[in-house]
């Protein structure tokens, strides 16, 4: 009994410690998730990329390998090819692609010429890519944590980035859009860091000369970036508290724009002796809708219309190209200046009068028939707001070399410098010529079986309307299936939107529009892309990688 009764005051006595042992396990437990939804006090951004730059960085490249390796060298978009052929001396330079690109991936071409081959080159250009945009993705995530955001919301930006399709297949790609992003990154945190800091950061002359920099070069590398900066630029210059701060970044704003404008463009254009490319895609906005109305109406035009129409443009080929989903086709018919090799205007282009004629008739005309102009205007932009579009990134360059694109191609060279073979035609010349001088650039889709399998396989889950395509070698189009996290419309407008309406709901209730202007320079560009042509999926690739820094910004803790 004396045993057991010991036994039994030993089991009272320790009973009082596991109950406490278990209401501190439970405790704990409710401590790490309050702490993983809870806010963190805001940090500096030293200490933020003291802590935790390496770690990004090294993760980031760690999940992005696999898919660099699956699809190296890399994968060009279509507009690289004919940079390439400028690069390469097989046609004139031109500004309709930025200078800026064409001259730093000609670089990287060069130097895998002289290694051997120009495919080392895109390799290397893949590698150093990788590299940037790591860097950049770090940098946004460290800005996440030094403004206080929720644990939770860090290390959903982390996954999104190193695993979401829309981020990691872009790493790989060879294309104005994705070097675009290794710029646009760093700006977009300097950019925001600047709006809530009202300026005061830009007094930090290193951090007034990167803002500096880093817009030039983003002005530079996309020609719609000049009216982003522009036009997000109003927004910093609006919340900088100051009036030095905001001379201030007024200057670092104009700097940027002078050197890419009044600079590096004129020089680049001068020493690489290129043809100034006229912009014609703003007119897609005219031209789309009333060829909309000439194909579907084409009594609706009066002759009084259809002559100020024609000034400008051909009303009849554009009727009868309009394709629903892009703006090419009619815009391409727009009346130009021609100029001969001398130099020699031979024909002149519509006079500022005629222009003003012709938006006159495209305005009457959208008055008198709305409907066919919604119809117009809906089909390009489809892509941005429709969850059912999905797309797949290419894994390889071949598809560029497939026969309707050899064709298009083969018309970059003149045909006196395509030497003839007899019996054959000018246009066959020009496609055996254009043939063996891509050559060096054929290949990528010769990869081992295992690697063709495991990328059909990721293109499949993408995008289930593949079944039965060649996974490597297929040209990238959007189609109205597939995988809901492939959908442009999730990234470019739903998600932003809800940002947007969040931000606007703070801005109101605290009177502070600190935040909303720091979104502005992801609201701006996703209206160009609205404007854009077509809603190609190699123009949102800077959304794709900036979007949580944008959508940390409702969780900014004041005083951050």
């Given at each position: 009994?004396?045993?057991?009764g010991r ?49 990004y ?22 507009d ?11 046609h ?9 690109d064409?001259?730093i ?9 002289a ?42 930006g ?27 990154l ?21 951090v ?12 530079a590398s996309k ?22 701060d ?21 020089i ?7 043809n ?14 009333v ?8 009594d ?11 000034a400008?443009?051909?009303l ?21 200046p ?19 004629a012709?938006?006159g ?26 969850p ?10 071949d598809y560029?070399?497939?026969?309707g ?21 000018v ?8 043939t063996?001088?891509l ?10 079986q ?21 996974g ?6 959007e189609?109205p299936?597939g ?12 998600i932003?939107l809800?940002?947007g309406?969040?931000?606007?709901v ?25 404007a ?7 123009y ?8 949580p ?12």
């Amino acid at each position: 009994m004396a045993s057991g009764g010991r036994s039994t005051r030993g089991r009272l006595h320790w009973e009082p410690v596991r109950i406490w042992n278990r209401a501190a396990s439970r405790t704990g437990w409710l401590a790490a998730a309050a702490a993983w939804l809870e806010d963190r006090r805001p940090s500096t951004f030293r200490d933020a990329l003291r802590a935790r730059f390496p770690m990004y960085f090294g993760i980031l490249l760690l999940c992005w390998l696999p898919w660099i390796v699956l699809t190296w060298p890399g994968a060009m978009r279509d507009d690289t090819l004919a940079q390439y052929l400028q690069a390469a001396g097989l046609h004139r330079y031109y500004t309709q692609h930025p200078l800026f690109d064409t001259l730093i991936f000609g670089l990287f071409w060069k130097l895998g010429a002289a290694l051997g081959s120009p495919l080392i080159g895109q390799g290397i250009y893949t590698l150093v890519q990788a590299a940037a945009l790591a860097a950049g993705c770090a940098l946004l995530l460290c800005a996440i944590r030094r403004y206080g955001a929720p644990l939770w919301l860090v290390n959903t930006g982390l996954i999104y980035l190193a695993t979401s399709y829309v981020v990691v297949g872009a790493v790989p790609t060879m294309g104005k859009d994705s070097l675009h992003t290794v710029f646009f990154l760093p700006l977009a945190v300097l950019a925001v860091e600047t709006c809530l800091t009202r300026g005061r950061v830009l007094r930090r002359t290193p951090v007034a000369v990167a803002f500096t920099l880093l817009a030039f070069a983003a002005i530079a590398s996309k020609r719609t970036a000049l009216l982003i900066v522009l036009c997000a630029g109003v927004g910093i210059l609006c919340v900088c508290s100051k009036r030095r701060d905001r001379i201030r970044a007024a200057v670092c704003l104009a700097a940027a724009i002078l050197l890419a404008q009044g600079v590096f463009a004129p020089i680049a254009t001068a020493v690489t002796r290129a043809n100034v490319s006229p912009g014609r895609e703003v007119w897609g906005l005219v031209t789309q809708p009333v060829a909309q109305v000439a194909h579907d109406k084409p009594d609706a035009i009066t002759p009084a219309q259809r002559k100020a129409l024609n000034a400008v443009m051909d009303l009849d080929e554009a009727a009868a190209g309009i394709n629903l989903r892009r703006t090419d086709e009619t815009f391409r018919t727009l009346r130009e200046p021609h100029v001969d090799a001398d130099g020699n205007v031979t024909r002149p282009g519509p006079t500022a009068a005629q222009k003003l004629a012709a938006l006159g008739a495209w305005a009457r005309i959208g008055v008198e028939h709305p409907l066919e102009y919604a119809k117009a205007y809906a089909g390009p932009i489809r892509g941005w707001w429709d969850p059912g579009v999905t797309f797949a990134y290419p894994t390889d360059s071949d598809y560029l070399m497939e026969p309707g694109y050899l064709r298009q191609w083969s018309t970059f060279l003149p045909a006196e410098a395509v030497p003839q073979r007899p019996g054959a035609t000018v246009d066959e010349a020009r496609l055996e010529a254009v043939t063996r001088d891509l050559e060096p650039l054929m290949g990528t889709s010769d990869k081992p079986q295992w690697q063709r399998d495991v990328l059909h396989a990721v293109r499949s889950w993408v995008r289930t309307d593949t079944a039965g395509m060649p996974g490597t070698a297929a040209a990238p189009h959007e189609r109205p299936a597939g995988n809901p996290l492939s959908a442009m419309a999730l990234y470019v407008t739903w998600i932003p939107l809800a940002t947007g309406i969040a931000l606007i709901v703070q801005a109101v209730r605290h009177r502070n529009g600190r935040k909303l202007a720091a979104f502005g320079l992801l609201f701006f560009t996703v209206l160009s892309l609205y404007a854009s042509p077509e809603a190609l999926f190699w123009y949102p690739i800077p959304v794709f990688l900036s979007l949580p820094l944008f959508t940390a910004l409702p969780f900014v803790r004041k005083g951050a």
